[in-house]
């Protein structure tokens, strides 16, 4: 099974490396100088990691046959893509793989049918579940304990307790105005 683990940013310095932006909760497994990834366009790659570092809080790369800026900058956008064995888990038991949550059931606390997990987006402060419902409509679920409780991979199902107006329109608005004004 392919997961993207990184995107290629722009060009650093002059002897060819790049900024990437990590889409992995492994990268030190995952983007270790000697791995092979495979890329999205396919034309670009396979790529191997020469060496890394962190520089400003920024991972950067250099990878085998890449030496100078303009064949870094060339790189740019190009998806990396690690090869995982399909049954491999995560090292946190609180973590999951985006295929593992894919077309999870999701419901409520109180076993109220929300619909099915379709897409996960990774937005930069939280994940997002994108929930195809039963008429055909999408809800937005963020990804966060606080909403949802409990992901149950032998039921296929995810357990949420949504705040008000989240999945309905039954929204709570707390208003600071004086009514009577």
């Known amino acids: 099974m392919q ?4 995107r290629i940013g722009r060009a650093h310095g002059i002897k060819g ?3 990437v932006e990590v889409r992995t909760d492994e990268p030190e497994l995952r983007l270790a100088p000697g791995a092979v990834l495979l890329t999205d366009p ?8 020469e ?17 100078d800026r303009t064949a870094a900058e060339a790189l740019r956008n190009t998806l990396l893509i690690a090869e995982v064995d399909p049954d491999e888990l995560p090292e946190d038991e609180d973590e999951y793989y985006d295929h593992q949550l894919m077309d999870l059931d999701v419901v409520t606390a109180d ?3 929300v619909g099915r997990i379709t897409e996960i987006s990774h937005l930069p402060s939280q994940d997002l579940f994108i929930v195809e419902r039963p008429d055909g409509s999408e809800v937005m679920i963020p990804f ?21 107006g989240l999945i309905d329109d ?6 600071t105005r ?3 004004a």
């Open 3 to 6: 997961l993207v683990v990184a």
């Open 17 to 19: 490396e790049v900024t």
């Open 42 to 49: 396919a034309s670009v790659g396979p790529l191997t990691i």
């Open 51 to 67: 060496t890394g570092r962190v520089h400003s809080s920024r991972l950067l790369l250099r990878f085998e046959g890449v030496k």
């Open 111 to 113: 076993g109220v049918e």
């Open 144 to 164: 966060v304990e606080e909403i949802v409780t409990e992901i149950d991979l032998e039921e296929q199902r995810a357990v949420i307790t949504p705040p008000p």
């Open 170 to 175: 039954q929204a709570e608005i707390d208003s």
């Open 178 to 180: 004086d009514d009577s």
